[in-house]
């Protein structure tokens, strides 16, 4: 049972245009979500963050909205560059004393010149 | 401050063999994860240690192992390995548990012929 999806494989989308990826998660007691972005042969970078408490929270280009009576989130990318070409992890933690993460499948971001 | 990192960067092994990863988290980390990466399923969570002490595990056979030392660096071992055992290790560091952010190595990739 995958408790966060990120349904979209992948996406394209022009350079200065906005990238929006999308997530969806099934547990209620998730608390805390995070989005990385990985190049292939490297570790996943983290990007930005977001407490259950908030329903935005926006870094320079990137800003991760939180819905959570739709158990959605939402990544803003604006405007989008060559170099935001990636595969994007949508992860969640639920609550409680640990720090695991549950994470989604990747979208694969390519950002046309 | 250095980012985590992961030895060895590559790895070739048989089936039947065993390994051991090590990974150094961020200096002033404690938390310690290992995740698997494998191109189905995705990024798995395999354990994570805080304070010496494995404190969560995920759904991987006794096969997986791992320990963490007194200065927080940790090592996960896979003890008679089979050609499903092919993937990415990585291993991510934080300061605490809880809702804090991981930071991820660059992985080790282990290929089992």
């Known amino acids: 049972d995958q408790q966060v999806k990120q349904n979209s494989p992948s996406l394209s989308v022009q350079e200065g245009r906005i990238s929006i990826l999308n997530c969806d998660y099934t547990n209620s007691m998730f608390d805390y979500f995070l989005w990385y972005k990985k190049y292939p042969a490297e570790g996943p970078t983290f990007l930005i963050s977001?407490?259950?408490?908030?329903d935005k929270n926006e870094d320079g280009r990137f800003t991760v909205f939180l819905n959570k009576s739709a158990k959605h989130l939402s990544l803003h990318i604006v405007p989008s560059q060559p170099g935001d070409s990636a595969v994007y992890f949508c992860a969640a933690r639920d609550t409680g004393a640990n720090s695991k993460l549950t994470f989604g499948k990747g979208i694969t971001l390519s950002v046309r010149p | 401050k250095a980012g985590v990192t992961q030895t060895p960067r590559y790895l070739i092994k048989t089936r039947g063999q065993q390994v051991t990863l090590s990974c150094s988290p961020i200096?002033?980390?404690?938390?310690v994860s290992w995740y698997q990466q494998t191109p189905g399923q995705g990024l798995q969570f395999l354990f994570e240690y805080f304070s010496e002490t494995q404190r969560n595990k995920g759904n991987f056979p006794g096969r997986f192992s791992g320990r963490q030392f007194s200065n927080s660096r940790s090592e996960m071992n896979v003890s008679t390995l089979e050609l499903g055992d092919s993937a990415l290790y990585l291993c991510?560091?934080?300061?605490?548990?809880?809702?804090?952010?991981?930071?991820f190595g660059p992985g080790t990739r282990l290929t089992v012929l």
């Open positions: 977001i407490s259950s408490i908030k």
């Open positions: 991510a560091s934080s300061l605490g548990q809880g809702p804090v952010t991981q930071y």
């Open positions: 200096s002033g980390h404690r938390s």
